[in-house]
């Protein structure tokens, strides 16, 4: 079968890439060196939001707001049409101390963000002091998000190919004529680099100055009858997410250890220590896991074409907040792509020689 665009990658970031094609008429072939949905996208924790907004240059800001802006439909669309409710909750944040209270204030005054000091006991009983609340910040469930992107891939007509692990690419002149993978070779008019922690390693020289190379980060599980607070709370570095079964999350670590996933004693002990501070009775977790991010300088992804293949766009580097960013990303890829006005100046996003 014909396809228009190969896309290597099978995180939310292919798979967002992949909808936004499909729904432009392309036909797509997506690549997936394992299962789709299982490396960082799965392991992230679903915040769609950067921690701290006021942290984050302008270049941050505008695919996050923007991206933000486009989740509660995405994600209504997406339960409506494949039957899977990926979860999508405006939870709201809660900050605890310490915090930058002016620096907060004047970044969501800026951004027609919501702020509100908000008296602790009054979301965490017998708890003093105040915090900051951010009631319009929302969560989803990863993997149910995933299953649900993956379902309207499938039901858009897009093919995928799993335990397809893309190995060189092949070239010829200012192009790409195909690909070999573990499972022989594959070719389209155009390809798009979607492969997350591993976008930079897999293009080898190509890559020129992308700066793409992963970041570890673990998560502990711990599970209640019921959600403790419905609020997502963050205590400087430290979150705690809470899904509606009664799991909570809380992460994470930001590990500079090479592709190494695995888990660590010392990464359970120090985010053990943090939750006990703030509260001592809790049990003990029943799951830690770690995933790899796509790290990148800044924290800004690359969504361009390449600089010399005429037929390699890439959207990869999305560090810390690719859930959060996907859906705007993926509507930049297709304006890259189409050479459509932007909807705001992408300069930043473009890959570097
Ligand atoms: C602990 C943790 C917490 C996080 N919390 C949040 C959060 O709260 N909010 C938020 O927005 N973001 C969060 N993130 C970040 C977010 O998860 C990532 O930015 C995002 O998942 C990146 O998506 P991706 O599709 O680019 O990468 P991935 O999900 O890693 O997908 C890349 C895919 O490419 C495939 N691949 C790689 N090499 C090849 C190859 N050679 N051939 C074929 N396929 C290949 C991989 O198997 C993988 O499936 C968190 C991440 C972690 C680790």
């Known amino acids: 079968m014909k396809t228009d665009f190969l896309i290597i990658g099978g995180g939310a970031i292919g798979m967002t890439s992949a909808i936004a094609l499909l729904e432009a008429g392309y036909k797509i072939t997506l690549v997936e060196r394992a299962a789709t949905g299982g490396e960082a996208s799965w392991a992230g924790g679903g915040i769609l939001s950067p921690l701290c907004s006021w942290d984050y240059t302008d270049a941050v800001t505008r695919l996050t707001q923007r991206s933000m802006g486009m989740f509660s439909d995405a994600a209504a669309l997406l339960y409506e049409s494949t039957g899977i409710d990926p979860e999508y909750q405006q939870s709201g944040m809660l900050l605890l101390p310490p915090f930058q209270d002016d620096r907060a204030a004047t970044w969501c005054a800026e951004h027609k963000v919501i702020l509100r000091h908000a008296a602790l006991d009054e979301y965490l009983p017998g708890m003093s002091g105040s915090g900051l609340f951010m009631p319009e910040i929302a969560q989803v469930r990863n993997p149910r998000l995933l299953q649900a992107l993956r379902r309207r891939v499938e039901m858009l007509g897009g093919a995928i190919l799993e335990q397809h692990e893309v190995q060189n690419f092949e070239i010829r002149g200012d192009r790409i004529t195909g690909l ?146 996907s859906f705007a990303c993926a509507e930049l890829l297709l304006g890259e792509i189409e050479g459509r006005p932007q909807p705001f100046d992408v300069r930043e996003y473009r890959w570097r020689e």
Not at 236 to 265: C, M, W
């Open 180 to 325: 070999q993978t573990s499972k022989g070779s594959l070719s389209a008019d155009a390809y798009v680099l979607a492969a997350g922690a591993w976008s930079r390693s897999l293009l080898g020289e190509h890559a020129m100055g992308m700066d793409v190379r992963p970041i570890r980060g673990q998560i502990l599980l711990f599970k209640f009858d019921a959600p403790p607070f419905p609020n997502i709370l963050l205590q400087e570095k430290l979150y705690f997410i809470p899904r509606r079964d009664g799991h909570v999350l809380v992460g994470s670590t930001l590990e500079n250890v090479g592709f190494d996933k695995s888990t660590t004693a010392e990464a359970r002990t120090d985010l053990l220590q943090r939750v006990q501070a703030l509260f001592p009775d809790w049990p003990a977790p029943v799951r830690q896991w770690a995933g790899l991010r796509p790290g990148s300088p800044d924290n800004i992804p690359t969504i361009s074409r390449h600089p010399h293949l005429a037929n390699l766009y890439a959207n990869c580097g999305h560090f810390r907040y690719g859930v959060t960013m």
